[in-house]
């Protein structure tokens, strides 16, 4: 079946300008995830859906970054007035949800984001 | 928050050798610990886990140890090849979701 998506591939774009980053999910996961992925750093958590519980909004770094995630499946990451540093590869993942469980994530391709 | 620290940031091994990976977590509740690994240009995928009531665990060619006294957990490839050449990033987890990832990595395995 088909993977986590993710659009687009590569983003380019001007410091203080918006960005919008998007992700399909796996079909029928329930639980969504996003990342980041600095040059040479592992992958830092930025947020979590569930359902429709609250995401988990703990790793977002400031008030400039936001997700939603509509009828439970795609979600959005917004970037507000991008600066140099959030340069990165973003990643989305998603996974099923078992309480109490440990549930597999499988990740998208990422979006590169290169802000000038 | 969960702090994990990954060593070494690049190893490179003879085809054939072994090729071992530490980490280190800092919150002792944690309970779950993935890696993943993360091929050039490519997305990062689940090769193993470990959760906190085993110490080993192997699949073929990997293994993981976890020693929860002293915060560490170990990834050990054995007759490596050459598509074991890639990033390895190792993770804890204090609940269902939320991973905290080491910096990786990469292992290169010369031919």
């Known amino acids: 079946g088909a993977g986590v998506s993710q659009s687009p591939s590569n983003k380019v774009t001007e410091k203080g300008k918006d960005v919008e980053l998007r992700c399909d999910p796996i079909s029928g996961h329930t639980a969504l995830y996003w990342y980041r992925q600095s040059l040479g750093q592992g992958l830092e958590f930025l947020i979590y859906?569930?359902?429709?519980?609250?995401?988990?909004k703990s790793g977002l770094p400031s008030d400039r970054f936001s997700a939603e995630r509509t009828g439970g499946s795609v979600s959005t990451l917004t970037i507000q007035r991008t600066q140099q540093e959030d340069s990165a590869v973003y990643l989305c993942?998603?996974?099923?949800?078992?309480?109490?469980?440990?549930?597999?994530?499988?990740f998208g391709p990422g979006t590169r984001l290169t802000v000038l | 928050g969960e702090n994990v620290e990954q060593h070494p940031s690049t190893l490179s091994v003879q085809e054939g050798d072994s090729a071992v990976i530490k980490c280190t977590y800092s919150d002792s509740a944690s309970n779950y610990f993935p890696w993943y690994k993360q091929e050039l240009g490519k997305r990062p995928q689940l090769i193993i886990d470990i959760r906190s009531n085993v110490g080993e665990k192997k699949d073929q060619r990997i293994a993981v140890t976890l020693n929860k006294t002293a915060k560490h957990f170990s990834l050990h490839i054995t007759e490596t090849q050459p598509e074991d050449s890639a990033v390895y990033f190792c993770a804890a987890s204090l609940n269902d979701y939320k991973l905290s990832f080491g910096a990786g990595t990469t292992v290169t395995v010369r031919a």
């Open positions: 859906f569930q359902g429709n519980s609250a995401p988990d």
């Open positions: 993942a998603s996974s099923t949800w078992t309480s109490g469980g440990y549930n597999e994530q499988f």
